[in-house]
């Protein structure tokens, strides 16, 4: 079965420091790897995808993922946050052998960063 | 480019009553997939149709239904309605299977 873990239910870093959101998986195969950002009350906000090459991804607002295969994570990063960074963020996955879209999410870290 | 819209915004129900979801996605996306969201048991997904066809369901009541018109819009029905219905519902959807998914605003769905 695949599943998505986020350890961290809450990660607090002061602004102008760099920040780490872990995520680790157990999927069949290599699968698609996804981080997205929650708003309150909003949808989902696609951050970054890995899919295959390099193991380190960029995506929007300065962040960056470090995929891991031998270790199944998928870290999100960013070398110095901002007070605008306070979201909840999602690591997701999909399965690569499959022609399905269904992606399995973690529960969720709610980041907070302070001034 | 649009993105995927979802209406309604909010909705309140009373139990026992029934409920209908609407979400139009991105233009060309012929895939969408739904997925509720609560506090105690965070994003779970729903199902997922592709050019009018069911492609995949989660593990929901068949209380839940769906379905897809040929422009791709989609729809999702909640009948008898339960308080644990109550929850936002997001509605996503993408170009491949390699893609992102894009999400909508989402429905915010209670029952009282």
């Known amino acids: 079965a695949q599943s998505v873990a986020q350890p961290e239910d809450q990660v607090n870093v002061a602004e102008g420091n760099p920040l780490t959101v872990k995520c680790t998986y157990s999927v069949s195969g290599n699968p698609y790897l996804f981080w997205y950002v929650q708003y309150p009350n909003r949808g989902l906000q696609f951050l970054l995808k890995?899919?295959?090459?390099?193991?380190l991804v960029k995506g929007s607002y300065g962040f960056e993922a470090e995929f891991n295969k031998s270790q199944t994570s998928f870290h999100l990063k960013k070398p110095s946050a901002l007070v605008s960074d306070s979201a909840l963020y999602f690591c997701a996955v999909r399965d690569r052998g499959s022609t399905l879209g269904r992606l399995y999410f973690g529960r969720g870290t709610q980041l907070t960063v302070w001034p | 480019k649009a993105g995927v819209t979802q209406t309604p915004r909010y909705l309140i129900k009373t139990r026992g009553q029934q409920v209908t979801l609407s979400c139009s996605p991105i233009s060309g996306h012929r895939s969408v997939s739904w997925y509720q969201q609560t506090p105690g048991q965070g994003l779970q997904f729903l199902f997922e149709?592709?050019?009018?066809?069911?492609?995949n369901k989660g593990n929901f009541p068949g209380r839940f239904s769906g379905r897809q018109f040929s422009n791709s819009r989609s729809e999702m029905n909640v009948s008898t309605l339960e308080l644990g219905d109550s929850a936002l519902y997001l509605c996503a959807s993408m170009q491949t299977q390699g893609s992102e998914a894009f999400f909508g605003q989402g429905t915010r769905l209670t029952v009282v």
């Open positions: 149709y592709f050019s009018e066809t069911q492609r």
């Open positions: 890995y899919i295959t090459g390099d193991n």
